[in-house]
């Protein structure tokens, strides 16, 4: 299966700020990548489905312009938590669709002051 | 809408102990069922999987059956070691989609 990794793996930011979690394929070349969140001791929700070269789909309820997503290229996916806000605190995983599987990161704690 | 319903954890057993971690699912059609491990500062690893009814993922001494008549997909194995211990997310995916739903996640402690 594909090896998936996040940068960083815990960021702290202050309200107002913007912060960029990056989701890297290792091994693999990945054209459609995901972004979820987990609040503690909660499921993941999906927030998007990050497709390489195209603008990303969002789930119902997810502000796209608060979350922005960028897929340039087939190893990478960016996630941009725009003007922060403390109830965006919160855990943030990405996965790589490959031969019909997801591969999810580590995932990135974000909190935000 | 589709769902995943599983058991609230922790789960906290002795080594050599049973295990059986509860999932229901509410879906239209026939999905695939999945359950994932989250191993401590790791991410989710498919465990196993079953595509259609009466079919039985396994991996790892882990075991599932996917029972179409109660909804269901449990989680059990027979003999728990503490390497174990982590967090396990039952999950679907419904249609053509690559979409996956989540559990709340169990959280299993082996203790020695």
């Known amino acids: 299966g594909a090896v998936v990794s996040q940068h960083p793996s815990w960021v702290i930011c202050k309200s107002g700020t913007s912060v960029k979690i990056e989701c890297r394929s290792l091994?693999?070349?990945?054209?459609?990548m995901f972004w979820y969140r987990q609040f503690p001791k909660q499921s993941l929700m999906l927030m998007a489905t990050s497709n390489e070269g195209s603008k990303a789909t969002y789930e119902q309820g997810v502000e796209k312009d608060k979350f922005l997503i960028n897929h340039a290229s087939l190893t990478l996916s960016t996630l941009t938590v725009t003007s922060a806000h403390p109830e965006d605190s919160s855990f943030y995983i990405c996965s790589v669709l490959g031969e019909g599987e997801q591969y999810f990161g580590p995932g990135t704690r974000l909190t935000v002051t | 809408g589709n769902s995943v319903t599983q058991m609230e954890g922790p789960v906290t057993l002795s080594e050599e102990a049973f295990l059986t971690i509860n999932c229901t699912y509410t879906?239209?059609?026939?999905?695939?069922l999945f359950w994932y491990v989250q191993y401590p500062g790791e991410g989710l690893q498919l465990l196993l999987k079953?595509?259609?009814?009466?079919d039985k993922g396994s991996n790892k001494g882990f075991e599932a059956t996917y029972r179409k008549e109660t909804t269901s997909f449990h989680l059990e194995k027979g003999s728990v070691q503490v390497s174990d211990s982590a967090v396990y997310f039952c999950a679907l995916r419904a249609g053509s989609s690559y979409k996956l739903i989540f559990g709340s996640g169990t959280r299993l402690l082996v203790r020695p």
């Open positions: 879906a239209t059609g026939y999905p695939s």
């Open positions: 091994d693999f070349q990945a054209t459609t």
């Open positions: 079953a595509t259609k009814a009466d």
